[in-house]
């Protein structure tokens, strides 16, 4: 972690620095095509390519994603190594992609975006469970699919604001106007302590899951089977974009968990990430 801080403080230095020598180009124009993928966790993501001028921070900026999230996304990147051409995964939220043409809609200020399709998508699945729309503007955009659907298509679902995408949470993904944001930014400045201080951080991705039936327990905490006891963890909601620290309390049982299941939290926890259902899909940082 210590190595992923002075990355993005490097980045906001070289981004300041370029912001005087000359402008960047934009992150998207009107001319270009953003492509998007889902991974096997049904998670979107798009591929940039870098352009003259651009840094971690800008695109980051644009994207509405913090530059931490990028770097873990592209591990073989560095925050002020970027060279025009490169390559960088990009998570897409939701909320960034426009599906529908409002009125006075100009396309001077917008990107298409496409869905390439994977194997065993059907049009239905992608118009009404991908991107909640109907079957018949999905065909209306793809002449295309008259003549059948496969792997590897490319069909046209909607558009990105030239202006980026709006981020509504504080630094790091917390939410400033929730009720526990005070505790959660206390845990996150502690995770951030001890791992300047030397800690060594561990990655992982994988199923977090919190048990429904105690849903009236309303302190933030978490079980995980390696953390050290009493130290904070850091968990991502890759879907919301929200990411919580909270205190490691002990450890849960595998066989008593769902399968696949890396660490398991309060409701309260798993309520401030945005979660639903009791089992859904992380990214963790953790220390021993």
């Known amino acids: 972690m210590r190595k992923h801080i002075l990355l993005v403080l490097t980045s906001l230095l070289i981004h300041?620095?370029?912001?005087?020598?000359k402008p960047a180009s934009p992150v998207l124009t009107a001319r270009d095509s953003v492509i998007m993928t889902l991974d096997e966790a049904?998670?979107?993501?798009?591929?940039?390519?870098?352009?003259?001028?651009?840094?971690?921070?800008s695109i980051g900026k644009f994207f509405g994603?913090?530059?931490e999230r990028?770097?873990?996304y592209n591990p073989g990147k560095k925050a002020g190594a970027l060279s025009i051409g490169d390559k960088l995964t990009i998570p897409l939220r939701k909320r960034a992609i426009i599906r529908f043409r409002r009125k006075n809609f100009n396309k001077k200020k917008y990107?298409?975006?496409?869905?390439?399709?994977?194997?065993?998508?059907?049009?239905?699945?992608?118009?009404?469970?991908i991107f909640k729309m109907p079957v018949d503007s999905l065909m209306a955009r793809n002449r295309s699919l008259k003549n059948g659907i496969h792997p590897g298509q490319l069909l046209h679902v909607g558009w990105i604001s030239l202006n980026g995408v709006k981020n509504t949470k504080g630094p790091g993904g917390v939410r400033p106007r929730h009720p526990l944001a005070g505790e959660v930014y206390r845990e996150r400045m502690r995770f951030m302590k001890d791992t300047i201080n030397g800690r060594k951080i561990y990655q992982q991705r994988g199923i977090a899951y919190w048990p429904k039936d105690n849903v009236q327990n309303g302190s933030l905490y978490a079980l995980h089977r390696h953390a050290k006891i009493g130290s904070v963890i850091k968990v991502t909601n890759p879907m919301t974009g929200i990411t919580l620290y909270a205190r490691v309390v002990g450890r849960f049982q595998p066989r008593k968990?769902?399968?696949?299941?890396?660490?398991?939290?309060?409701?309260?926890?798993?309520?401030?990430?945005?979660?639903?259902?009791p089992k859904f899909y992380t990214e963790i940082e953790y220390y021993r």
């Open 16 to 21: 300041a620095m370029q912001a005087q020598q």
């Open 42 to 57: 049904n998670r979107m993501f798009v591929t940039h390519t870098v352009r003259a001028g651009q840094s971690l921070y």
């Open 65 to 67: 994603v913090p530059v």
């Open 70 to 72: 990028i770097l873990f």
């Open 111 to 129: 990107a298409p975006l496409f869905y390439r399709v994977r194997k065993g998508d059907t049009a239905y699945g992608i118009a009404k469970r």
């Open 257 to 277: 968990m769902p399968a696949g299941t890396k660490v398991v939290l309060s409701p309260a926890a798993a309520g401030y990430l945005g979660a639903i259902d």
